[in-house]
């Protein structure tokens, strides 16, 4: 059996999927990326040692092969696509990270940004099969973003196409790690939402169970949140004109988030002809990623179906 291995390096874990040519997942792995070590050498030997372990295990089985190998991982990936070439700020020692020369491997190790990497795998089996034109939003910590155009992930001059949550939505408002005022992600990533709440919530999880008990404060956070997300994706609809737009992370399959948002979308999105563009929510979860890696893997072995 010829196995594609993808490895999305996430700054909490790292998910590994091992995936057939057919798209059938055969093996899902998650370990710890340990960010937190201290020396950047000792980092990268770390992830390097869990990886190759891994791969070994998935080349063990009677009649299993692992074909080819991809990595997504977040930031700018370099014009050869054998590395991170720009990822400031975190994940220490992955920047210029040649995987194919570190890990030995006789096929290319493509590597691609972790949000592309999400859409190419919804794209290829998951819930935007056979859509040319899509957008994908990651709602977490930030807000991350991809774009397929005609059939193809758009990554741009520099690589740093789809960053979808540095759109302003405020220029009076407060810069964000990119310099963009009043950003998407300041209005809806997770990261602000103690500065939007005045410190009361930390997390989405309780502001979320204070709105579904009917706490005026918390119903007004998060329906500000979800104002902003709609006022964002109608913006994105306006410049790509997508088919689809997918939503991906903790909180995208919510009725908090579900209900109040297609209300706003009722009243932000221009809608031609009564066509509204559906919204989605990412069928792949988690290693979505991962699974995008392996595919991106296979395209660079010329496998195609």
Same mark, same amino acid.
């Given at each position: 059996m010829k196995l594609y291995v993808g *490895? %999305? $390096?996430g700054g909490t874990h790292t998910k590994i999927a091992a995936v &057939?040519?057919?798209g059938g997942v055969v093996a899902r792995i998650q370990v710890e990326t340990k960010d937190s070590i201290a020396n950047t050498e000792k980092k990268v030997n770390y992830w390097l040692d869990s990886l190759r372990s891994n791969l070994e295990e998935l080349d063990t089985p009677k009649n299993q092969n692992v074909e080819a190998v991809g990595v997504a991982a977040p930031g700018l990936v370099a014009a050869d696509e054998r590395s991170i070439a720009h990822m400031p700020g975190r994940l220490a020692g992955l920047e210029q990270l040649d995987w194919q020369e570190e890990l030995n491997r006789n096929a290319p190790v493509p590597v691609i940004n972790d949000a592309q990497a999400a859409l190419l795998a919804e794209a290829w089996i998951g819930v935007a099969k056979n859509i040319s034109n899509a957008v994908l939003l990651t709602l977490g910590t930030g807000v991350g973003g991809a774009l397929m155009l005609h059939d193809e992930v758009f990554s741009g001059a520099l690589g740093r196409a789809g960053h979808l949550g540095h759109i302003s939505l405020d220029?009076?408002? +407060?810069?964000d790690i990119c310099g963009m005022p009043g950003s998407l992600e300041s209005l *809806? #990533?997770? &990261?602000?939402l103690s500065a939007r709440s005045r410190g009361r919530y930390i997390s989405y999880d309780q502001l979320m169970? %204070?709105?579904k008990d #009917? %706490?005026?404060?918390?119903t007004e956070i998060w329906l500000r949140s979800v104002k902003a997300l709609a006022t964002g994706i109608a +913006? $994105? $609809?306006? $410049?790509i004109d997508p088919e689809v737009v997918l939503l991906g992370g903790g909180i995208s399959a919510s009725d908090e988030l579900v209900q109040p948002l297609t209300d706003f979308m009722r009243y932000v999105e221009w809608r031609p002809y009564g066509n509204a563009v559906p919204i989605r929510v990412a069928q792949l979860g988690a290693?979505? #990623?991962a699974i995008g890696a392996a595919r991106k893997a296979m395209l660079a072995c010329n496998i195609k179906n």
């Open positions: *490895v %999305d $390096i &057939e040519q057919n220029i009076d408002g +407060s810069p *809806v #990533g997770q &990261e602000t169970q %204070d709105y #009917g %706490d005026p404060h918390a +913006s $994105i $609809i306006n $410049i290693y979505g #990623g």
